[in-house]
């Protein structure tokens, strides 16, 4: 088994900055990838962005240019560094762990960026 534990969110003004951080422990040799999804409220979760335990990236169109996900392999620690925030990334974040067939989450953590 794998848990899974977000950090960092909370309220920024718009035009702010904010760094996420996602810490995996428990049976962790084989996470292939982690990544970060949102979900606000009425809204389908969305993607935001993924890296492999290789460094391959991945992101959502509506977060290129201002958001960048690294990673800590020795930590098995992800991040994700948020800047130039707009109302719209407003929602409840959370990180998810990819091992083999199986995929672990956290249990959030809520941005909510003000105008």
């Known amino acids: 088994q794998v848990q899974v534990v977000e950090s960092g969110g909370g309220l920024v003004q718009a035009g702010g900055s904010l760094r996420l951080s996602c810490a995996a422990s428990?049976?962790?040799?084989?996470?292939?990838?982690m990544g970060w999804y949102r979900q606000a409220p009425g809204n389908e979760r969305e993607l935001v962005a993924s890296i492999t335990s290789g460094g391959s990236t991945n992101y959502a169109d509506s977060v290129k240019g201002r958001f960048t996900i690294s990673r800590d392999n020795a930590k098995s620690t992800v991040y994700l560094q948020m800047n130039s925030l707009k109302p719209e990334d407003t929602a409840v974040y959370y990180c998810?762990?990819?091992?083999?067939?199986?995929?672990?989450w956290g249990q959030g953590t809520q941005v909510t960026v003000s105008s």
């Open positions: 998810n762990a990819e091992r083999g067939m199986h995929d672990y």
């Open positions: 428990g049976s962790i040799f084989s996470i292939s990838a």
